[in-house]
Each structure stands twice: as C-alpha cells, then as structure tokens.
C-alpha cells in the first residue's frame, strides 16, 4: 500500500502535466529581480509556490497559493490566480517589508520534456513598514518538472 501511495500523482495525464517544478525566475519588481522559485501541486488545480527573490538592495520570500485552470485546446497551457504574502529584507539594516501579492498568469509544461515555464504578473502591496503598491512586476519562470 505504501509503495501505491508513493506513485500517487495529483497533476499526471498525458506528459504535459507536473507535481513539483523548481527553477529559476527573472524579473518582478521593476524587472530587476532574480530568484529561486518552487512549485507542488496538492491536487489537480490547487499548488503553492514558494519564490525567493534578490534585488540590488534587499531580497524577498513569498509564499503563494494557486488555482490552475487549463485552457481548452492548449495542450500543456494553464491559466493560474492566487494570493499570498511576502517579507521583504532589506540589505544593511532598515526594516523589514510585510505584505500581500495577488498573481495571475500562464503556466506551461511541454509534453514529454521536464521543462516548465511561467509568466505572470504579482503587483504587491506592502503594509509596513509603510503602505504601497508596486504595479510594475512581470516576471519569468523556467524549471525543471517532475
């Protein structure tokens, strides 16, 4: 029974789908950040992602949940929405950044290639140590599936 649960894939049918991806991600804010990013999906649609991001003067976590949705007659494309917070640590002192990042985006597994790509948009909105928006935040993602 073990051995059964192990095989277990939420997201597997037909080459183009994934459980877990981790890479590399370009952009964000301003289009200057670069980072690590980490995807698992729980099930079918439903996947957390984890995005560690560094900047000239400070470096962010996120932690994102998101809805995945295929799109009809794009074999491997999906269409995603989520949500979810982020610290922001800035470089040699000063404090530290708390809040909340919507995402929407496409994601895209190439048939029978480990190879997954993502392009989204995640403004943010800080709430301390001041309140902001950040608007201008595409990023692109480039992993390795399996």
Known sequence: ?????QNTSFAQDAG?????AIGLRVGDIDFRGVGI????????????EA???FYDTAFFISALYEFHKEIPNAEG???LAGIGPFLG???GGGDAGFGVSPIVGLDYK????????GLDWRPHFLFTPSTEFEAS????????AF
Do not use: C, Q
Request: hydrophobic content about 40%; aromatic content about 12%; cysteine-free.
């Open 77 to 79: 494309l999906k269409w």
């Open 137 to 144: 935040s595409l990023g692109l993602s480039i992993r390795y």
């Open 51 to 53: 995005i560690l991001t």
């Open 37 to 48: 990013t980490g995807k698992h999906f729980f099930s079918p649609n439903n996947a957390g």
């Open 16 to 20: 183009t789908e994934y459980n877990t």
């Open 110 to 117: 190439i048939n029978d290639v480990p190879l997954n790509f």
């Open 1 to 5: 029974m073990l051995l059964s649960l």
């Open 89 to 91: 640590i800035p470089d």
